[in-house]
């Protein structure tokens, strides 16, 4: 038995869910998010509220249960208060920028590195603070994950880019004699 997906997820004002031939849509005053989901799991809509339960006995569909019902869940919280990522570039030089619908990274290389940005994502640079915000839970983390691997931390002296609030675990370094 799944402890997430037996919970009901209840639909705040405002929210429009909605499901037709296997697209899960959710309309909010932030976005819509439509995904699609297998037959396996079966969503009852009420007006107020989503219940979830498994087609069949078997181990697929249960563990489908619980991670169905967590998308539904991100899907209504994303549509009502937008996601937020927040990542910090350090380091002499390197730079972030948005022009138009991409960000151009000057980040040691010999060449600027520019990303397209997603279209249901809007996303700030500031000095060196990057804010990546949007509805859907997965296409931010998705995104901000790739903008990290471009240049990730390294543990000498902490430069690159970190998520706020990560910790970059420091080694020592050379000694002299």
């Known amino acids: 038995m799944s402890k997430i ?14 499901q037709e031939a296997g697209v899960f849509t959710v309309v909010g005053p932030k976005g819509t998010l439509k995904k699609n989901f297998r037959d396996d799991i079966v969503i009852t809509i009420t007006p107020e509220m989503v219940t979830l339960a498994p087609k069949r006995n078997d181990k697929f569909s249960k563990s489908l249960w619980g991670t169905y019902a967590s ?3 991100n899907m209504v919280a994303g ?3 937008p996601y ?5 570039l350090e380091g002499v030089g390197f730079k972030s920028e948005v022009k138009g619908k991409d960000f151009h990274f000057a980040l040691g290389f010999s060449h600027p590195v520019v990303v397209k940005i997603p279209d249901t994502i809007t996303a700030t640079a500031d000095k060196n603070n990057i804010t990546i915000t949007g509805p859907d839970k997965e296409l931010v983390g998705s995104f901000a994950a790739t903008i990290r691997a471009l240049k990730k931390p390294e543990p000498y002296k902490g430069k690159g880019m970190r998520y706020e609030g990560e910790v970059i675990r420091r080694k020592q370094g050379k000694k002299t004699a």
Do not use: N
């Open 84 to 88: 937020v990522k927040k990542l910090i």
């Open 5 to 18: 997906g037996k919970q009901e997820i209840k639909i705040p004002t405002g929210i429009k869910v909605s």
């Open 71 to 73: 998308h539904i869940k």
């Open 79 to 81: 549509v009502t208060i």
